[in-house]
């Protein structure tokens, strides 16, 4: 795949054989668009540019069918597209589209020529304000195919006929501005089925067909290609101008959402190469560093891999397992249950945190670990009130229940808590904050990391907002604070970070904001696996609670960074999720497991 770059609503292709070309919807044609359900407004209500009819002349009236045989009395040209446009018009005062996008007709001609356009010169005729663009520059563009005249008799036709030309014709100067396109019979170069790519014989073939009729200055069209995603992408990266299908939802999808299932051009970090030395040994664990990934499937993980160039840091990681997320109550988990099963031990139902699935509050991790005398804390990419964070904390039967997580919050065993929701926790708390006792910031550049006291380093959400919006080294610089302020006890701690807003990124479908929350995330795991080859007594893991929007990476350039992909769905998914783990005792976290195992296969590390 070529170089991507996403740009106010619509999206370019480099290619190595053709110029950067943006898309929008105005190259979308629909293939046959009689065969729709609904023709024509379907493809209208999607705002395609082209809609193609075929048509018959059959005792002086003209029908829309593929062949002679499917002729309805019903389904004539005047009915299925002439008078649609017209409605088109009166909705949009004058306009094919409410914002001016352009509108073509694309008319295959099934019958003789010249009659049949001549009947369709006289239809059109008390309807050409619709159609003649000389009258009216937002008029639709009529582009005849299929048996056109001869090119010599072009111009005894209605200057409102374009026409479609063919890549072995030569037209004259002065008939050039006649044709509106070039299109050809793609199966005259490639039997491509849409599926993989295409073979490199085939690619040559349909290259230069592409690079022809752009020499010579005109607009290309294939017709008969896949009606497939991947050849969706094909084509425009080979810089096809119009973008036929028989779906016409698909490619919707696939034009208009382009710049959020697209991602690269994004900086690359490094990554940290581990020693390995203390990877896998029975040595008892003294700290143990947890980096859930909110939201974090495999596809995830590795379409943060190829924007960086074939690089991540948690793929660095020799230990390996799978987690199955499940919640009591429901195939897919939400945050709170996949929280809680890895900060309780206990599997429980969606929406609840730090409860069974009777709602009976359980012990949480820092709680089992303090009496043990080792201290606890979460540095997170959201609301310090968040479902992720709170498990760790907290005990209630709903998630939303933000002002009782604030105020057990407060009460908790954790040493250190970093994230945002400032505001919110000043106005759930009000000046609770200031009498618990607790050393209390609101930058992290002023945080004292060299403090034994309680600490919440909480951040207006203008600071811990996504790394679109500019959060830049928040995480990274969070980590390495809290690592020095938990290590400084000498008596063992167990950190919990969380990439927050991965999550987010599924939820709304939109791959680039995903990547750069991965990626951010990823230099946070870097951190942890310096800091534990350093102390030798640290194991890392890092796992998701759950994945979330069903991605498929539908393709990409390692090599340059660059990816394409396609979300299943906005909600979470059942999909059983990585576990990745470094250091001393990350041999445990080998195999296939619920989410739950994690909680006693980090207090099996600890010795516990």
């Known amino acids: ?363 949480v991790l820092p709680e089992v670990l303090a009496p043990k005398g080792i201290q606890s804390g979460v540095v997170v990419t959201e609301e310090i009130t968040g479902a992720t964070p709170a498990s760790f904390y907290g005990h209630t039967e709903d998630r939303d229940n933000t002002r009782t997580l604030a105020q057990q919050l407060l009460q908790s065993k954790l040493q250190l808590a970093v994230g945002g929701g400032r505001a919110e926790i000043e106005k759930d708390l009000g000046d609770q904050l200031t009498k618990a006792g607790v050393q209390l910031y609101d930058n992290l550049d002023t945080w004292n990391a060299a403090t034994k006291n309680r600490t919440l380093v909480i951040l207006p959400d203008n600071v811990v907002t996504s790394m679109r919006d500019g959060r830049g080294a928040y995480l990274k610089q969070a980590v390495k604070k809290a690592l020095q302020q938990l290590n400084a006890s000498g008596k063992g701690f167990f950190l919990m970070i969380e990439g927050s807003r991965i999550d987010h990124g599924g939820h709304m479908n939109d791959l680039d904001y995903l990547v750069r929350e991965m990626l951010d995330f990823d230099e946070a795991v870097g951190e942890a696996l310096e800091f534990a080859d350093k102390d030798k007594q640290t194991t890392v893991i890092v796992t998701a609670d759950h994945e979330t929007g069903g991605l498929a990476l539908m393709d990409g350039n390692i090599a340059n960074g660059s990816l394409r992909g396609h979300f299943a769905t906005n909600d979470h998914t059942g999909i059983p999720v990585m576990v990745f783990a470094y250091g001393p005792n990350s041999q445990l976290f080998r195999g296939v497991y619920e989410n739950n195992e994690i909680f006693r296969k980090i207090l099996k590390a600890y010795g516990l």
């Open 1 to 363: 795949m070529k170089y991507l770059l996403a740009l106010s609503g619509l999206f370019l292709i480099t290619n190595a054989n053709a110029q950067t070309k943006p898309y929008t919807l105005a190259n979308a044609h629909s293939h046959n668009d009689y065969e729709r359900s609904t023709p024509f407004y379907q493809a209208a209500s999607l705002q395609f540019g082209s809609i193609e009819a075929d048509i018959h002349l059959r005792d002086g009236v003209i029908y829309v069918a593929h062949d002679d045989r499917d002729i309805k009395p019903f389904r004539t040209f005047k009915e299925m597209y002439l008078l649609p446009v017209v409605r088109q018009f009166a909705l949009y005062n004058g306009k094919a589209y409410a914002d001016g996008a352009p509108m073509q007709l694309l008319i295959d001609i099934k019958t003789a020529g010249a009659p049949t356009l001549r009947a369709l010169q006289e239809l059109l005729l008390p309807y050409r304000q619709y159609f003649d663009r000389t009258v009216n520059p937002d008029a639709v563009k009529i582009v005849l195919s299929g048996n056109v005249p001869p090119t010599a008799t072009w111009q005894d036709y209605d200057a409102m006929f374009f026409f479609d030309g063919r890549p072995d014709s030569v037209y004259p100067v002065t008939l050039k501005s006649r044709v509106a396109m070039i299109s050809e019979d793609f199966h005259k170069y490639s039997k491509w089925n849409g599926k993989g790519t295409l073979i490199p014989t085939e690619l040559q073939k349909v290259t230069a067909a592409v690079d022809r009729a752009h020499q010579q200055g005109f607009p290309f069209r294939f017709w008969g290609t896949p009606s497939a995603r991947t050849c969706y992408y094909k084509l425009m990266d080979l810089g096809v101008d119009f973008i036929g299908t028989d779906t016409p939802a698909e490619l919707y999808d696939v034009i208009h959402n382009t710049a959020k299932t697209t991602a690269g051009n994004l900086p690359v970090h490094k990554i940290y190469t581990p020693e390995y030395k203390a990877d896998a040994t029975n040595v008892r664990s003294k700290n143990v560093i947890l980096l859930i990934g909110d939201g974090t499937g495999l596809a995830e993980m590795f379409a943060g891999y190829t924007v960086n160039k074939g690089a991540l840091n948690i793929f660095q990681m020799k230990q390996l397992g799978l987690s199955k997320t499940q919640s009591v109550d429901n195939y897919h988990t939400d945050s709170a249950a996949g929280g809680s099963a890895m900060g309780t031990g206990s599997k429980t139902n969606n929406r609840e945190i730090g409860m069974d699935n009777t709602y009976v509050s359980i012990p």
